[in-house]
């Protein structure tokens, strides 16, 4: 036998709730209508949150921000999948993630209005900072599944980046080193279609994310991202794998970046309306409000005072934001080192003597 | 253009920085074939800074190749291209993200001509967004020059205006070894300068008196020499001549320049944003040391960026170099 085939590989596509809000019954999760209405919930704050931090960043109120707009069933599909005691290892987009997990949004907003203090929040160990150098923190959740799988832990690390990070050397590190070691580590990707300027199609020649997991040996799946059932549903299964000790995944979210790249950009250069309008109707909040409706668990009513509701949330996350007492300038010294080294010292002395002058 | 129209060619554009990048790219794509530029965005967005605007539409993507995100590839795969024949410019969007490629910048493209006898060289520039001040987000600020002038092989240019980006930069695209190319962002936008229509060369190793002076030597690099003319100028109402030096490439360092200035005022004061410790100040105050100890009045001053991780916006202010800084460090020379 001369030639014989020595892999074969195929990679599913997950849906369950559809633009018109329809169900695949039996592709169903079991969620009560509880928490169906804690993601709805939380998808329309990752909204509002998304709209208002746009709005500060016009009134020079905010610094660059990198709206999430059109990946919310992504990030909450992750987010309500998880348990406090995993890792959340996020990249820049993840504010979403964050929301749900109960992160204060003043504190998130704090990050990004350029104040180191919103980076990492105490009352939540296992959720890193923001990592912006594409494709990195791959690595470090790799290596959280790692030390879970070395000590046997029940728990696992969510590691997140985009499709255009799936062209880094990191990445192919970080899911071979998860392989390996059988890291409890469940990738995920969220496939916006677009890394700046660069779409999906230039990033690579094959069709999906997911299917590079065969690759490196662990289990990859594409899930419509604009749904949150089968990103939840997906997510949960790895996550079970993962905690069982039973090896890491990778989840590929297709989804869309309904807005600019961040504030800084303009993405009418690049894409047409057309296509982002064709997204649109693709709407991961609509389409659980249509399901929602159809099931009688929601109405206008309840879409109003929901809104009113998290409109009064936001204003006064942003009020706390913004009546924080300002950051010292000489707490950039503080932390480089455990201990203040004899240049730092002098350094910040001679910056506070400018200050106080 | 059309065919009959009768134009007659300017001799001089008010240019900007980012401006002047892309017509020294463009020229130089004009006067040679094997001029290439790969990058994140540079393609059909034109760069985040726009320093590729419409370079896409004038030579093709054949020419001008939006490359996947991974900077290790793009300067790996550019050695190859150099190796076979092109002369690839390379943009990294931020000098925060050079990082991937520094293991093929270090260990491939600064040691090529050297390890090859002389057989294989890399006529490859790199060009990044370097400095602070614009309120970024991190690691969009950082002014890492010293690991790249720490490394042999590597060619450092760093402009402070439109002219010399332009003819630096043209001059780094006809060079037959690799230079890493760092682009003012702070400045990118902020003057407008005569600068010649036609192509023109600066050439690297010589530094550019910005202003003379007898009292004081400020020499400065990239976006601080702004700063140090702004001390200049505050100094200049006290009745301190302050020279200033914009050294325009630090790697080939012209060292003449340098030394000549430091003997004829005898005091210096180094300006740059980049960390103090290891940095390239320490580099220029040893070699002053060294070629002017007796001539010298005061001891050499650093005015540097803090020895700490690039602060965010909200603090970045108190970071950045400024002219009242640098006015003190004079003034501590002077009243030595
Ligand atoms: C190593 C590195 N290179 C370049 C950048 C600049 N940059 C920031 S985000 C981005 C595109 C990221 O695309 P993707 O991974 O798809 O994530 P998305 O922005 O779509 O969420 C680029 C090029 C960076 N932050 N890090
Ligand atoms: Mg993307």
Redesign the pocket.
């Known amino acids: 036998m001369p030639r014989t085939t020595i892999y074969e590989a195929q990679t599913i596509r997950l849906q369950i709730l559809m633009p018109d809000g329809s169900v695949d019954r039996s592709l169903m999760p079991t969620v009560d209508d509880g928490q169906i209405l804690a993601l709805y919930r939380g998808m329309a704050t990752m909204r509002a949150v998304d709209e208002k931090a746009l709005k500060l960043q016009r009134q020079g109120r905010m610094g660059t921000w ?1 709206p999430l707009r059109g990946q919310e069933a992504a990030q909450a599909g992750v987010a309500h999948a998880l348990e406090p005691e995993d890792w959340i290892v996020p ?3 993840e504010m979403g993630v964050l929301i749900m997990r109960g992160v204060p949004i003043h504190h998130i907003m704090t990050y990004w209005v350029g104040d180191s203090r919103g980076a990492v929040h105490p009352d939540f160990p296992r959720i890193l900072p923001t990592a ?5 923190q791959l690595l470090h959740g790799a290596g959280i599944g790692m030390a879970m799988e070395l000590r046997d832990e029940p728990h696992a690390a969510v590691a997140f ?5 799936s062209s ?1 050397g990191d990445f192919h590190e970080a899911l071979n080193f998860a392989a390996v070691f059988k890291a409890r580590t469940v990738f995920v990707i ?1 496939n ?1 279609q ?3 300027s660069v779409p999906f199609s230039k990033q690579t020649v094959v069709s999906s994310i997911a299917q590079k997991a065969h690759a490196y040996g662990l289990p990859g799946i594409q899930v419509d991202g604009n749904d949150v059932f089968a990103v939840y549903v997906a997510v949960k299964e790895a996550l079970e794998q993962a905690r069982a000790g039973r090896g890491p995944s990778l989840i590929e979210a297709f989804t869309y ?1 309904m807005g600019d ?1 961040t504030t800084a950009d303009d993405a009418s250069r690049y894409r047409t309306k057309e296509e982002v309008e064709s997204w649109e109707a693709k709407s991961p909040i609509a389409r659980l409000r249509l399901f929602m409706t159809a099931q009688g668990l929601w109405d206008q009513a309840q879409e109003e005072n929901l809104r009113t509701e998290v409109e009064g949330l936001i204003e006064e996350e942003v009020r706390l934001m913004e009546s924080r007492a300002p950051l010292e300038p000489g707490s950039m010294f503080q932390h480089m080192y455990a201990d203040l080294p004899w240049n730092l010292k002098e350094q910040m002395e001679s910056l506070q003597a400018e200050v106080a002058s | 253009m059309s065919a009959h129209a009768t134009t007659t060619t300017p001799q001089v554009e008010k240019l900007t920085i980012a401006q002047a990048v892309k017509a020294a790219l463009r020229q130089e794509m004009q006067r040679d074939e094997r001029v290439i530029i790969l990058g ?2 540079v393609g059909k967005d034109g760069g985040v800074f726009r320093a590729t605007e419409g370079l896409l539409d004038e030579f093709g993507e054949r020419r001008v190749m939006d490359t996947p ?1 991974a ?1 290790s590839g793009i300067v790996g795969t550019s050695v190859g291209l150099a190796l076979a024949g092109f002369r690839p410019v390379v943009e990294i ?2 000098t925060g ?1 050079v990082y ?1 490629a520094l293991n093929q910048l270090l260990a491939h493209v600064a040691r090529f001509r050297h390890r090859t006898f002389g057989r294989m060289h890399l006529p490859m520039v790199v060009r990044m967004p370097y400095g602070g001040g614009i309120h970024a987000p991190e ?1 969009h600020s950082e002014s890492y020059e010293s690991i790249f002038l720490n490394t042999p092989g590597l060619k450092v240019a760093v402009p402070s205006n439109p002219y010399d980006a332009k003819g630096l930069l043209a001059a780094a695209i006809r060079d037959e070894d690799p230079v890493i190319f760092m682009e003012p962002k702070l400045i990118y936008r902020a003057f407008r300068q005569d600068v010649p229509a036609e192509p023109y060369t600066v050439e690297f190793g010589t530094a550019r008196v910005a202003k003379e002076g007898a009292n004081l030597t400020l020499i400065a690099y990239g976006a601080m020499v702004r700063v140090a003319m702004d001390a200049a100028e505050v100094l200049q109402k006290d009745g301190v001549s302050a020279e200033v030096l914009d050294l325009r490439t630090l790697n080939p360092l012209d060292k003449d320049a340098v030394i000549g200035s430091a003997r004829k005022t005898g005091r210096v004061v180094i300006v740059h944003e980049a960390p103090r410790t290891a940095g390239f100040g320490a580099e220029l105050s040893a070699l002053i040391m060294e070629h002017a100890l007796l001539e010298l009045l005061a001891p050499v001053q650093r005015v540097a960026g803090f020895d700490v991780t690039f602060p965010l916006p909200k603090i970045e202010g108190h970071y950045m170099p400024s002219a009242a800084r640098v006015v003190r460090a004079a003034r501590a020379a002077l009243e030595f």
């Open positions: 990198a990249a820049f987009r912006v150098p594409v494709g990195s980046a985009g499709d255009g990070a880094e969220q916006n677009w890394a700046i970046r790249h | 994140e965005d995100l900077e969007q931020f993200f991937p690691h």
